[in-house]
């Protein structure tokens, strides 16, 4: 079985420039999640979607931040402009049902911002 | 917002030691997970504990759920280098997200 896919793996870009990451869940997992994790952190939950509809994003910064799930199998994340302290590696994690068990994470995107 | 603080921050040992990891929260937990996360990696799923009181064996690694459901903790018996990592504990308190604590970085030196 194919595990969650994430690119780029790595991207550095200049502080108020734009950047999206892309995530292909585990085929037939309905829960799709994005965590962002600063350096010696834990991650922190962004958004999560079941299916295509989004489930809780209250930690999302919306004014920056974007996450889509059109079809209800990939997803993208986009910032748009990207500040400094935005520099973490964001991960995507996808799961069978609704509940927290068994989350499967991807190997992540190491965002540098300059 | 829902906080797990987790002990000690590192930690740095000599192959063949035991250790302990805790994570503590104020608040009640539905169920817990332990992940592992190697430089380069997303987390990886160790165990997930449910039940107050909950013990589970993984191999060398033994899981405690407190019987509060408010801590947990991750002993490690004769530690080997390959246990290096980034030891993450996530709570779930609203049947359906996680919340993760700050981590356990390990290093087993040979």
């Known amino acids: 079985e194919a595990g969650v896919a994430q690119s780029p793996r790595y991207k550095i870009i200049e502080k108020r420039q734009s950047v999206a990451f892309w995530c292909n869940p585990i085929s037939g997992h309905a829960t799709l999640y994005w965590y962002q994790q600063i350096l010696g952190q834990g991650p922190k939950l962004l958004i999560q979607f079941q299916n295509n509809g989004v489930v809780d994003d209250s930690q999302l910064p919306k004014d920056r931040f974007s996450a889509e799930r059109l079809k209800g199998v990939d997803s993208t994340l986009k910032i748009q402009p990207a500040k400094l302290e935005d520099s973490a590696v964001y991960l995507c994690?996808?799961?069978?049902?609704?509940?927290?068990?068994?989350?499967?994470f991807g190997p992540g995107t190491r965002l540098t911002v300059t | 917002t829902q906080l797990l603080e987790q002990s000690p921050q590192f930690l740095s040992i000599q192959e063949g030691e035991n250790l302990t990891v805790y994570c503590n929260s104020s608040s009640v937990f539905s169920s817990l997970q332990w992940y592992r996360q190697e430089p380069g990696e997303g987390p990886v799923l160790l165990v997930t504990v449910v039940t107050g009181g909950e013990v589970k064996k993984l191999k060398r690694l033994t899981f405690q759920f407190g019987d509060a459901r408010k801590d947990s903790s991750l002993h490690i018996t004769a530690a080997q280098p390959g246990d290096t990592g980034l030891y993450l504990c996530a709570g779930d308190w609203a049947g359906n997200m996680l919340t993760f604590g700050g981590g356990t970085r390990l290093m087993v030196k040979p």
């Open positions: 994690a996808s799961s069978h049902q609704g509940g927290p068990y068994e989350q499967y």
